[in-house]
């Protein structure tokens, strides 16, 4: 009777493993297609960004040498970050303003990165601005930090080198 408790045990134990450990994969697999361009490489200050399967390009990147997730948004005016993210990097809140979002007029506070980082890529001295309504832990990547670079879309890519 003992033992077959034990095997029962065992075989319960075994499946609990088996969904964990594809949880873990399917989680992996999930990950990598919202954000496929977790390790960014270039050289000569080129970064070649990969669109995920909703169509945007996600990245992950550095603030002031923190590591952070980029949603790369042209239509941006410039860097927004989520409050809970701009208190976990210290970034100073300054001067209250107004910004137009898609979903309307909403407050924010300005704020200075000492360094923004994509890959190559290292900006300093950017502008942004902390937004308490926005929600999660990615950052829009906006003209603030764009505007000093080229880029074009190719195909599925999007390629930002500095200028020449």
């Not at 042209?74 to 001067?95: D, F, H, Y």
């Not at 990165?113 to 601005?129: A, E, F, K, M, R």
């Amino acid at each position: 009777m003992e033992s077959n408790k034990l095997g029962k045990g065992m075989l319960t134990a075994a499946w609990v493993i088996a969904l964990v450990l594809l949880t873990w994969f399917f989680n992996g697999i999930l990950d990598r297609r919202h954000n496929p361009n977790v390790n960014l490489s270039g050289g000569s200050k080129t970064v070649t960004l990969q669109r995920n399967h909703q169509g945007h390009y996600v990245a992950n990147g550095k603030i002031n040498g923190q590591p952070v997730t980029f949603f790369v948004d042209t239509g941006a005016t410039s860097v927004a970050i989520p409050r809970k993210v701009a208190q976990r990097l210290n970034l100073e809140e300054k001067s209250e303003i107004t910004v137009s979002t898609a979903n309307g007029r909403t407050k924010a506070y300005l704020t200075r990165l000492d360094t923004v980082t994509l890959g190559d890529i290292t900006l300093s001295d950017v502008g942004g601005h902390v937004s308490p309504s926005m929600d999660g832990e990615e950052i829009l990547l906006g003209m603030s930090f764009l505007k000093y670079l080229t880029f074009t879309q190719q195909a599925d890519q999007l390629i930002i080198k500095t200028p020449e």
